[in-house]
């Protein structure tokens, strides 16, 4: 078995590009992410592609990490104050189950994070 480098750093992690991605593409219908990405992003890249029509998200769960990195780094980057989505992304970034009601919130159905062998059998 090969053994990959996955990097824990947020400034070597690809998660803004991955919310870039889907605020860019108005019509993105489904996004697998394999790699490892903070569960603010997750929620992120769902309010954000919830509003540009994702229909399908698959995340791994042995890749998320419980954090929130965006008040340190992003929003301060861009000068954005939006208090809402602040208090949001803290209230529901600390926990696995809070992640998966507040994504299964804004996609209006049942979502959760797939194990390693659910995440093999996902026909594209």
Known sequence: MCRVYIPRSFLER???AYIGLVKTFRYLHTLAIKERISTAT??????YGTRNNLKNFYLRRNCVILR???RRYIFNET???????????EKHCRQYNHVEDAVSILFERQWKMLTDWEYNQIRV
């Open 68 to 70: 929130n990195e965006y």
């Open 42 to 47: 997750c929620l992120l890249i769902a309010y």
């Open 79 to 89: 000068g954005d104050d939006n208090k809402h989505i602040h208090i949001w992304l």
């Open 14 to 16: 690809a998660d803004t």
